[in-house]
């Protein structure tokens, strides 16, 4: 009788198998973890954007009841700052201004969050109440919220050692051809826009737990981070200044990041510390207020335009200039967004010929702004979706046929840009047809005309873009400045039985991993993908790892899994020859059964992994026992996701309300391993996107307080303001890892937001608007239609 | 939150009792505002005093002309009540858009009322319908009651304990929400009553207000034509991130034109 198996391999939309835990309330956030003999910290924060801190009194809180400890910057001399893990340089070759990031504030506060004191209790309300004790005296400055004002001349300096607030002035292509091109252009497109500031509130908020043990000088912390390794590195070799052998970090479940649990945190770095200070374990949890002031904000991008076209519409060139926000210190990545991360994107999916991009980077008294879901390339995507849109209207042709002008066509990979990627592959063609098809594009107008006649302003928008993912070559990002290699990390421990754990360096908050990279091992090696487990989050289990962020889990990280796993096959096939008397070029595996090839004999995976731990008939000569392999693999190349996104909306003209009534996604993730994940992120990443676009903006009032500082001003989508989301996926391999996979994570926020804005300005077509900020809110939309309708009158 | 006492009384009046012995004891009822405040350490009262267990405070009731809701009704209960759909349709139509389950669920109307949040729906309709609130001690009339941003002419100690709305001949309430966090951003109640028309806009400005332009034209014509060519005077309205006050003030004229084709 036949076994009849269901298909867990590559391309099974099997059920995740951490949602049980996570459904059931069971699984175990940092918050969750209690230490023996635990105490509590509160961090005392600044009110105020910008002030020099004249004293901090704290004599009559350190008395007050269940207080262990209290400390502030001038406590920590020995520590260093919060490093940035990427060095830009400006046009001239000199290296970016990087102004010292105290764990606490030495001297100066430089935005509303920016910690002063640390508490550490008996209690997190005890630590509370004695922080409201603390007397700081605050000698307030004045401040500078956003960009433009932060380079006006007179600005007050963020840092008395980067006079102006300049961080670089950094550019990328030929500024030379592209002169020469704009002059022979029959058209030019300028366009100015805003890429607006995200709060990225993950579910769950930051925390983390130092422990600290004196007898075998072991520092651990539990933090709720997307790459704990990489915390271990940053914060003991530049921070704390401890070796790897005495630091554990471990991020246990974390309840979404979308970047934000990327970056080294002052309060990481605090909590162990003082762990070591007090000799017992010290617990820190954010509030929502704390996530909102200090989590590492997106985007705050300010960008003039110009395109070049010739009397075909042909983009000749491309010249972009912006401001990058980067808050008041350089977050872990924030340096590389707005860089390597945003204008090598700028050539999107068209054939412009030649890209120059100048991005300053510019110091604020607000928080720090570092990658959120896409990390500069929805900021790349917006423009250029935008920008082209603009430029089919002004120049009079349809905007699906402009784009397909100067697509990349689909024999043209390898593609060479003009700023410095060479996609790999793609056929952007084929996406945008299938997205046109599925959104019903052709028959729009009809649907226009339905919704006027129920008094509604019906609008279509279209974006088709490219991303760069699956990051990073290790050479190529340190060339670029990069401070740290970016190869992902694979351990396959085959046990005695046949069942496998999987050791990954990269770290699933809410991806869904735990499926997914176990469908590679069912896939390869046959095993039933309810015995094999995958591993990830804690640096005392895994060699190492970079962790997850930029799509890689499944490019960089699956592909080290498959390297590991070649080696074990080809280990486990030498066991496999010695037991069947065959050599080692004849037998064959294939899922789970191992045959000398053109006989039926044959062993299986159960057998062989027995062997290699029971060596009793075993090449010992040869062979080491066990079965079990890591690899390294460092990628080739980025990946290039791409794809088309149709967005239709409909207006109330009455109250500028917009609803997104049909959101179509059409994206080249490379191969799909677990269809229902796909669907799953790009959906999440879309609703994130209509919420950059529709809903969500951090807004600071110009002496840098952030207004939209709770959930009471900061329109984080609900359920009710999203449509359903139509995904299909059409294929190109990616042709430089050996699972051709691209990655799936951030398509949705990147595509999206230029979809959404092109149907809204689309149904404002009768009002004559050129662009719409985002978000684009009821009370904005009205002012327009409103406007409109003055004009009409005058 | 700071640490409180907590009391909990079965009768009026020895809630009152607490209350008024103590200027910084707060009642709570369904604590959807109060909880957040504590939380954020917003609200130190010295007293906590649960109301949730004075059975005297509760109850929906049919009086000949007048529906009567006591200070414990939850949202979900007005929304729900087979006696507020058929008296007044408009109030059960309103506490069923009060915030999402969870506050529903909790919420009341006592404390919605007491509290006057300008960006809460209740006291739209409360000064809608010419309700009179009644305390421990007296009667107050809607339009006595409501003093501007959180005030009422409550006095300190001084316990709501019922909602007494005249039934109308038509009423109707139209709101735009906040996009953030879904409180009223501009709303507005209109009511055709015995006593003549009231229309009252909420949300828009510091507190709840009656529009007398627009009373006038309804009066004259119940229609949405009326309201439609009357614009609210953006003075003294809110402006803020979500919008201007001249958004606001125009979506009064919206949102009246909505509440007129709502009570039909």
């Given at each position: 009788?036949?076994?009849?198996?269901?298909?867990?391999?590559?391309?099974?939309?099997?059920?995740?198998?951490?949602?049980?835990?996570?459904?059931?309330?069971r699984?175990?956030?940092t918050?969750?973890?209690?230490?023996?003999?635990?105490?509590?910290?509160?961090i005392?924060?600044?009110?105020?954007?910008h002030?020099r801190?004249?004293?901090?009194?704290?004599?009559?809180?350190r008395?007050?009841?269940?207080?262990?400890?209290?400390?502030?910057?001038?406590d920590?001399?020995?520590?260093?700052?919060?490093?940035?893990?990427?060095?830009i340089?400006?046009?001239?070759?000199?290296?970016?201004?990087?102004?010292?990031?105290p764990?606490?504030?030495?001297?100066?506060?430089?935005?509303?969050?920016?910690?002063?004191?640390?508490?550490?209790?008996?209690?997190?309300?005890q630590a509370?109440?004695?922080?409201?004790?603390?007397?700081?005296?605050?000698?307030?400055?004045?401040?500078?919220?956003?960009?433009e004002?932060?380079?006006?001349?007179?600005?007050?300096?963020?840092?008395?050692?980067v006079?102006?607030?300049?961080?670089?002035?950094?550019?990328i292509?030929?500024?030379?051809?592209?002169?020469?091109?704009?002059?022979?252009?029959?058209?030019?497109?300028?366009?100015?826009?805003?890429?607006?500031?995200?709060?990225?509130?993950?579910?769950?908020?930051?925390?983390?737990?130092?422990d600290?043990?004196?007898?075998?000088?072991e520092?651990?912390?539990?933090?709720t981070s997307?790459?704990?390794h990489?915390?271990?590195?940053?914060?003991g070799?530049?921070?704390?200044?401890?070796?790897?052998?005495?630091?554990?970090?471990?991020a246990?479940?974390?309840?979404g990041?979308?970047?934000s649990?990327?970056?080294?945190?002052?309060?990481?770095?605090?909590?162990?510390?003082?762990?070591?200070?007090?000799?017992?374990?010290?617990?820190w949890?954010?509030?929502?207020?704390?996530?909102?002031l200090?989590?590492?904000?997106?985007?705050?991008?300010?960008?003039k335009a110009?395109?070049?076209?010739d009397?075909?519409?042909?983009?000749?060139?491309?010249?972009?200039?912006?401001?990058?926000?980067?808050?008041a210190?350089?977050?872990?990545?924030?340096?590389?967004?707005?860089?390597?991360?945003?204008?090598?994107?700028l050539?999107?999916?068209?054939?412009?010929p030649?890209?120059?991009?100048?991005?300053?980077?510019?110091?604020?008294?607000?928080?720090?702004?570092?990658?959120?879901?896409g990390?500069?390339?929805?900021?790349a995507?917006?423009?250029?979706?935008?920008?082209?849109?603009?430029?089919?209207?002004?120049?009079?042709?349809d905007?699906v046929?402009?784009?397909?002008?100067?697509f990349i066509p689909a024999?043209?990979?390898?593609?060479?840009?003009?700023?410095?990627?060479q996609?790999?592959?793609?056929?952007?063609?084929?996406?945008?047809?299938?997205?046109?098809?599925?959104?019903?594009?052709?028959?729009?107008?009809?649907?226009r005309?339905?919704?006027?006649?129920?008094?509604?302003?019906?609008?279509?928008?279209?974006?088709?873009?490219?991303?760069?993912?699956?990051?990073?070559?290790?050479?190529?990002?340190?060339?670029?400045?990069?401070?740290?290699?970016?190869?992902?990390?694979?351990?396959?421990?085959?046990h005695?039985?046949?069942?496998?754990?999987?050791?990954t360096?990269?770290?699933?908050?809410?991806?869904?991993?735990e499926?997914?990279?176990?469908?590679?091992?069912?896939d390869?090696?046959g095993?039933?993908?309810?015995?094999?487990?995958?591993?990830?989050g804690?640096?005392a289990?895994?060699?190492?790892?970079?962790?997850?962020?930029g799509?890689r889990?499944?490019?960089?990280?699956?592909?080290?899994?498959v390297?590991?796993?070649?080696?074990?096959?080809?280990?486990?096939?030498?066991?496999?020859?010695?037991?069947?008397?065959?050599?080692?070029?004849?037998?064959?595996?294939?899922?789970?059964?191992f045959?000398?090839?053109?006989?039926?004999?044959?062993?299986?995976?159960?057998?062989i992994?027995?062997?290699?731990?029971v060596?009793?008939?075993y090449?010992?000569?040869?062979?080491?026992?066990?079965?079990?392999e890591?690899?390294?693999?460092?990628?080739?190349?980025?990946t290039?996701?791409?794809?088309c996104?149709?967005?239709?909306?409909?207006?109330?003209?009455?109250?500028g309300?917009v609803?997104v009534?049909?959101?179509?996604?059409?994206?080249d993730?490379?191969r799909?391993?677990?269809?229902?994940?796909?669907?799953?992120?790009?959906?999440?990443?879309?609703?994130?996107?209509?919420?950059?676009?529709?809903?969500?903006?951090?807004?600071?009032?110009?002496?840098?307080?952030?207004?939209?500082?709770?959930?009471?001003?900061?329109?984080?989508?609900?359920?009710?303001?999203?449509?359903?989301?139509?995904?299909?996926?059409?294929?190109?391999?990616?042709?430089?890892?050996?699972?051709?996979v691209?990655g799936?994570?951030?398509?949705?926020?990147?595509?999206?937001?230029?979809?959404?804005?092109n149907?809204?300005?689309?149904?404002?077509?009768e009002?004559g608007?050129?662009h719409?900020?985002?978000?684009?809110?009821?009370?904005?939309?009205?002012?327009?239609?409103?406007?409109?309708?003055?004009?009409a009158?005058? | 939150?700071y640490?409180f006492?907590?009391?909990?009384p079965?009768?009026?009046?020895?809630?009152v009792?607490?209350?008024?012995?103590?200027?910084?004891a707060?009642p709570?009822?369904?604590?959807?505002?109060?909880?957040?405040?504590?939380?954020?350490?917003?609200?130190k009262?010295?007293?906590?005093?649960?109301?949730?267990g004075i059975?005297?405070?509760?109850?929906?009731?049919?009086?000949?002309?007048?529906?009567?809701i006591?200070?414990?009704?939850?949202?979900?209960?007005?929304s729900?009540?087979?006696?507020?759909?058929?008296?007044?349709?408009?109030?059960?139509?309103?506490?069923?858009?009060?915030?999402?389950?969870?506050?529903?669920?909790?919420?009341?109307?006592?404390?919605?009322?007491a509290n006057?949040?300008?960006a809460?729906d209740?006291?739209?309709?409360?000064?809608g319908?010419g309700?009179?609130?009644?305390?421990?001690k007296?009667?107050?009339?809607?339009?006595?009651?409501?003093?501007?941003?959180?005030?009422?002419?409550?006095?300190?100690?001084?316990?709501l304990?019922?909602?007494?709305?005249?039934?109308?001949?038509?009423?109707?309430?139209?709101?735009?929400?906040?996009?953030?966090?879904?409180y009223?951003?501009?709303?507005?109640?209109?009511?055709?009553?015995?006593?003549?028309?009231?229309?009252?806009?909420?949300?828009?400005?510091?507190?709840v207000?009656?529009?007398?332009?627009?009373?006038?034209?309804?009066?004259?014509?119940?229609?949405?034509?009326?309201v439609?060519?009357?614009?609210?005077?953006?003075?003294?309205?809110?402006?803020?991130?979500?919008?201007?006050a001249?958004?606001?003030?125009?979506?009064?004229?919206?949102?009246?034109?909505?509440?007129?084709a709502?009570?039909?």
């Amino acid at each position: 009788m036949d076994v009849v198996t269901p298909f867990e391999g590559i391309g099974a939309s099997v059920r995740r198998k951490e949602d049980l835990r996570f459904l059931s309330g069971r699984g175990q956030y940092t918050d969750d973890i209690n230490r023996p003999n635990q105490t509590y910290a509160y961090i005392l924060r600044s009110p105020h954007a910008h002030a020099r801190i004249a004293g901090i009194d704290f004599a009559a809180a350190r008395s007050m009841p269940g207080v262990v400890a209290i400390f502030t910057g001038a406590d920590m001399p020995d520590l260093g700052g919060i490093p940035c893990g990427w060095q830009i340089h400006n046009k001239d070759g000199s290296p970016m201004a990087e102004p010292m990031h105290p764990v606490l504030a030495v001297g100066k506060v430089r935005f509303v969050g920016d910690a002063v004191a640390v508490v550490i209790a008996e209690s997190r309300t005890q630590a509370k109440d004695a922080a409201e004790a603390i007397n700081v005296d605050y000698d307030v400055l004045p401040a500078v919220a956003g960009v433009e004002a932060a380079i006006a001349p007179g600005a007050p300096n963020v840092h008395d050692d980067v006079p102006g607030n300049v961080c670089y002035d950094w550019h990328i292509g030929d500024s030379a051809v592209n002169a020469t091109a704009f002059a022979g252009a029959s058209k030019v497109i300028e366009f100015d826009l805003v890429n607006n500031r995200l709060v990225p509130n993950a579910m769950e908020p930051r925390a983390a737990i130092g422990d600290f043990d004196r007898t075998t000088d072991e520092y651990t912390l539990f933090t709720t981070s997307q790459n704990p390794h990489v915390i271990r590195l940053l914060m003991g070799a530049f921070v704390l200044h401890l070796p790897e052998h005495k630091l554990r970090v471990v991020a246990p479940d974390v309840g979404g990041g979308f970047g934000s649990k990327i970056f080294h945190y002052a309060e990481e770095a605090i909590v162990t510390w003082a762990a070591g200070k007090v000799c017992r374990p010290v617990k820190w949890t954010a509030d929502r207020t704390e996530s909102f002031l200090t989590d590492a904000h997106g985007r705050d991008h300010v960008t003039k335009a110009r395109l070049a076209l010739d009397a075909n519409g042909k983009f000749l060139a491309l010249h972009v200039q912006t401001l990058a926000n980067m808050g008041a210190y350089l977050s872990t990545f924030a340096t590389s967004v707005p860089t390597y991360l945003y204008a090598t994107l700028l050539s999107g999916v068209y054939t412009t010929p030649t890209v120059y991009a100048e991005v300053k980077a510019v110091f604020t008294n607000t928080v720090p702004v570092d990658a959120y879901r896409g990390a500069g390339r929805p900021e790349a995507t917006f423009l250029l979706e935008r920008l082209v849109d603009v430029a089919a209207r002004e120049t009079g042709i349809d905007r699906v046929e402009i784009r397909r002008r100067n697509f990349i066509p689909a024999d043209a990979f390898p593609y060479q840009t003009p700023v410095a990627l060479q996609y790999d592959s793609g056929d952007y063609k084929a996406t945008l047809d299938m997205g046109l098809e599925a959104a019903g594009w052709a028959e729009f107008e009809q649907r226009r005309a339905e919704a006027k006649a129920r008094g509604k302003l019906r609008g279509i928008g279209i974006s088709t873009y490219v991303e760069a993912c699956g990051i990073a070559p290790s050479a190529v990002v340190g060339s670029l400045g990069a401070r740290a290699g970016l190869y992902e990390v694979g351990t396959i421990r085959v046990h005695p039985t046949g069942s496998v754990t999987v050791l990954t360096g990269t770290h699933s908050h809410g991806q869904g991993h735990e499926t997914t990279l176990a469908q590679l091992v069912t896939d390869r090696l046959g095993v039933p993908l309810a015995q094999v487990d995958i591993v990830h989050g804690d640096t005392a289990k895994i060699p190492f790892g970079m962790g997850t962020y930029g799509s890689r889990s499944l490019a960089v990280g699956g592909s080290a899994m498959v390297k590991a796993m070649d080696k074990i096959v080809m280990k486990a096939r030498k066991i496999a020859a010695h037991l069947m008397e065959a050599s080692v070029e004849d037998v064959e595996f294939d899922r789970g059964t191992f045959r000398v090839a053109g006989t039926d004999k044959t062993k299986s995976w159960g057998e062989i992994a027995l062997t290699a731990y029971v060596p009793h008939n075993y090449p010992i000569e040869e062979l080491e026992p066990g079965l079990d392999e890591t690899a390294f693999y460092d990628p080739k190349n980025f990946t290039y996701p791409g794809g088309c996104h149709i967005c239709e909306v409909e207006i109330e003209p009455e109250t500028g309300q917009v609803t997104v009534v049909n959101f179509t996604a059409v994206d080249d993730v490379g191969r799909v391993i677990n269809p229902m994940i796909v669907e799953g992120q790009v959906q999440g990443g879309v609703c994130q996107g209509i919420g950059q676009a529709l809903l969500e903006s951090a807004i600071y009032d110009e002496n840098g307080q952030l207004l939209s500082a709770s959930f009471m001003d900061y329109q984080m989508p609900r359920a009710e303001d999203l449509p359903p989301v139509s995904v299909a996926t059409h294929t190109t391999l990616c042709t430089h890892n050996p699972l051709g996979v691209k990655g799936c994570g951030e398509v949705g926020a990147i595509g999206s937001p230029p979809a959404v804005i092109n149907a809204v300005v689309d149904a404002l077509k009768e009002y004559g608007v050129r662009h719409i900020e985002m978000p684009a809110t009821p009370a904005k939309i009205w002012n327009i239609i409103n406007a409109g309708h003055k004009l009409a009158a005058e | 939150m700071y640490d409180f006492a907590y009391h909990k009384p079965t009768s009026v009046a020895d809630a009152v009792k607490i209350l008024s012995a103590d200027p910084d004891a707060r009642p709570i009822s369904g604590g959807q505002t109060l909880l957040p405040a504590l939380k954020h350490r917003l609200n130190k009262p010295t007293s906590v005093v649960d109301l949730s267990g004075i059975a005297e405070l509760k109850g929906i009731k049919r009086n000949g002309d007048t529906l009567v809701i006591g200070a414990l009704a939850k949202h979900v209960e007005v929304s729900n009540s087979p006696e507020v759909k058929a008296a007044i349709p408009a109030l059960a139509m309103m506490a069923g858009t009060i915030g999402d389950t969870q506050v529903r669920n909790r919420g009341t109307i006592g404390g919605s009322v007491a509290n006057n949040d300008p960006a809460a729906d209740y006291p739209s309709a409360v000064l809608g319908l010419g309700a009179t609130v009644v305390t421990d001690k007296r009667r107050i009339a809607a339009d006595d009651f409501f003093q501007g941003m959180f005030t009422t002419a409550l006095e300190p100690g001084e316990l709501l304990v019922a909602i007494e709305f005249p039934i109308p001949e038509k009423a109707g309430y139209a709101k735009m929400r906040n996009p953030a966090s879904r409180y009223v951003m501009a709303g507005v109640f209109v009511a055709k009553t015995t006593s003549g028309v009231r229309v009252v806009v909420n949300g828009a400005g510091p507190g709840v207000f009656r529009q007398a332009e627009m009373e006038k034209a309804l009066s004259a014509s119940w229609s949405e034509a009326a309201v439609a060519g009357i614009k609210q005077s953006a003075d003294g309205l809110n402006g803020d991130i979500h919008g201007s006050a001249e958004y606001r003030a125009h979506l009064v004229t919206v949102m009246a034109k909505r509440a007129v084709a709502a009570a039909g």
